[in-house]
């Protein structure tokens, strides 16, 4: 092999940006941080940080959702835990002037969790929120807090974030990947309101109840029932083996 020289090429960093998405009080929800450090400080933008050179990308990741929201990566060969999340690489973006510091090519990842707590802020964040997508990618494309001045979101956040949501738009449509906003055991109606934050419609409660019930391996019975959404006890389900939905849910032309 002749000698290679790495000091022909330019250099360049890599990072891994995290779109975070819960459901809360029936929204769906992104995590974001205001940036504590230049470039773009005090802004709002997308959980993430710099590879490090002893780790690969899902491992940076990973450890990225671990320390801004304390949930693990969920694998999905083993049984469920309490704190996993879904995470799955989302797209990579290398746009040469995408940071002002130097050229940096960001692999976004995709995360998704059941309804989670406050958010903590760390590294060189200094505050940390959960936001509806919808004001995040209104359509001035600027978000900020009430009584602060409305900026767009740091680096190409934004695109990355209407790309993430998109994402998981789409792939609950025949997937069953609308089951990692819910907890382990959870009622048809707890999913449909899922469906309905993550699309942004209304859904008949009876013909949802009908295609999911009737989806092969979609849902499993658990046994149990529960009232925590009042009125009648509801029948409690978990998540099937089933990772493609055969037939699709189709989500409605809006």
């Given at each position: 092999m002749p000698p290679y020289d790495p000091s022909t090429f330019p250099p360049f960093a890599v990072t891994v940006d995290l779109v975070v998405l819960t459901v809360r009080r029936h929204a769906l929800c992104a995590l974001v941080v205001r940036r504590g450090e230049p470039p773009f400080q005090g802004r709002?933008?997308?959980?993430?940080?710099?590879?490090?050179a002893d780790e690969d990308l899902g491992a940076a990741a990973a450890r990225e959702l671990v320390e801004e929201?304390?949930?693990?990566a969920?694998?999905?060969?083993?049984p469920a835990v309490g704190n996993g999340a879904h995470l799955e690489q989302l797209a990579t973006y290398g746009d040469p002037g995408r940071d002002p510091r130097m050229r940096v090519v960001s692999v976004a990842h995709l995360a998704l969790a059941p309804d989670l707590p406050a958010p903590r802020a760390g590294g060189?964040?200094?505050?940390?929120r959960w936001a509806s997508v919808d004001d995040l990618l209104g359509a001035d494309g600027s978000f900020g807090q009430e009584g602060e001045s409305q900026t767009?979101?740091?680096?190409?956040?934004?695109?990355?974030?209407?790309?993430?949501?998109?994402?998981?738009?789409?792939?609950?449509?025949?997937?069953?990947?609308?089951?990692?906003?819910?907890?382990?055991?959870?009622?048809?109606?707890?999913?449909?309101r899922v469906y309905e934050a993550v699309w942004g419609v209304v859904l008949d409660p009876r013909n949802f109840h009908r295609k999911v019930t009737g989806t092969?391996?979609?849902?499993?019975?658990?046994?149990?029932?529960?009232t925590r959404q009042g009125g009648r006890p509801a029948q409690l389900f978990r998540a099937g083996a089933a990772t493609v939905l055969n037939p699709p849910m189709l989500r409605p032309e809006v």
């Open positions: 709002w933008a997308l959980p993430g940080g710099f590879v490090r929201t304390g949930l693990c969920q694998d999905p060969s083993a060189d964040a200094n505050s940390a767009p979101l740091a680096f190409d956040h934004a695109q990355i974030l209407a790309d993430g949501v998109e994402r998981a738009r789409s792939k609950i449509e025949y997937s069953s990947l609308a089951t990692a906003f819910c907890p382990q055991e959870f009622t048809v109606g707890e999913l449909r092969p391996g979609f849902l499993v019975p658990t046994g149990g029932t529960t």
